[in-house]
């Protein structure tokens, strides 16, 4: 195993089998470059709100089992509610692949430069608010679980809370869909 991995002239053949690839395959229209752009942004976008978002929950919540672990499933929920935008984004950048054909391969080459543009701004919408909604959704929710430690009783209320700024990546989403489905 260690000599596959660092077999230096492996890896020269390898990368010079896929330059050559790259180098002699045809070249992609700039439009089918921005839907990939547009694809990964969302997504990304998502998936980096939510991470950091359920760090700064769960760092409180690991400090809230530590002194009361009997409160573990309840500060879990409260983790777990910046989690959903990067299920937000990864349903944006399917959506952006199936509707742009991408998924498909219908005739990548006849994707314009305008529509590729298109789709970066109907991308922009759901990323940005994913990313914002988590962070932000993570400060609320790690009051919650604060709140929680102190009474368990306010779990509801804490995680009505916490789900309220949920609405704006959901409104993201919604408008990306909607401008999705406007591109010709």
Do not use: H
């Not at 530590?66 to 959506?95: C, D, T």
């Not at 604060?146 to 704006?168: C, F, H, Q, R």
């Amino acid at each position: 195993f260690n000599y596959l991995l660092f077999n230096f002239k492996n890896m020269d053949t390898i990368a010079n089998t896929v330059a050559s690839t790259v180098v002699e395959g045809p070249a992609l229209p700039i439009g089918v470059i921005l839907i990939f752009i547009s694809a990964v942004f969302t997504a990304l976008m998502g998936f980096i709100g939510s991470a950091i978002g359920m760090y700064q929950t769960g760092q409180a919540a690991s400090g809230v089992t530590a002194e009361r672990p009997e409160l573990f499933g309840k500060v879990l929920l409260m983790q777990s509610l910046p989690g959903s935008q990067g299920i937000y984004g990864l349903v944006g950048a399917f959506l952006i692949l199936q509707f742009s054909g991408i998924l498909g391969a219908e005739s990548l080459m006849t994707i314009s430069t305008g529509t590729g543009i298109q789709y970066l701004l109907a991308s922009l919408p759901l990323g940005i608010t994913a990313i914002l909604s988590a962070i932000l959704q993570s400060r609320l929710a790690t009051s919650g679980v604060v709140n929680i430690a102190k009474d368990d009783t306010l779990t509801a209320k804490a995680m009505v809370l916490s789900a309220m700024i949920e609405t704006w990546a959901i409104f993201g989403l919604l408008i990306t869909f909607i401008l999705l489905i406007s591109i010709k």
